[in-house]
Structures are given as C-alpha cells and as structure tokens.
C-alpha cells in the first residue's frame, strides 16, 4: 500500500503518547537518533517529546513521506515510518 499524508497523519495519530526512535537526517552524512514521545498531532505536524534534552521538537508528515525521518517504536522496534 503506498503512503500518503494522510494516511501517515492518521498512523502517527493512532500512537500518540507511545515512545518511539527516530532517525534524521541532519545535513549532509550527518544522522540524529534519539527516543522520544509523540506528544501533540496537528493537521501539517506533530511533536515529540525528547526526555534527555527535555525539549519538543517537530516534524512535518512530509518528512516522514520522504524519509527524511525514520520512526520505530521503542517497546519492540516495529518500523512505523
């Protein structure tokens, strides 16, 4: 089945407030991994709660779609994205 926004959009949706692991991309061969929360969803991004640094961040579904961020949950490492 091929993605589309809102399809990812109704996916993160289902899994707010679950810990996930993100990948992104952060220039050039430069990656970001970190834990964090899915926090609040909005109809163009949504947040995640990064514990360690105890800050929000956001992304927008496009990145997903585009994979520019990767995203699995923390409890058994199911890709989501």
Avoid: W
């Avoid at 991309?25 to 709660?49: A, C, Q, W």
């Amino acid at each position: 089945m091929a993605q589309t926004l809102e399809t990812i959009r109704e996916k993160v949706r289902q899994h707010k407030g679950v810990e996930v692991c993100y990948k992104a991309t952060n220039g050039r061969r430069k990656m970001e991994e970190r834990n964090g929360v899915i926090r609040d969803v909005y109809p163009s991004l949504f947040t995640l709660y990064i514990e360690s640094q105890q800050s929000l961040i956001s992304f927008s579904y496009a990145d997903l779609l585009t994979h520019e961020v990767e995203m699995q949950l923390a409890s058994n490492g199911e890709y989501l994205f």
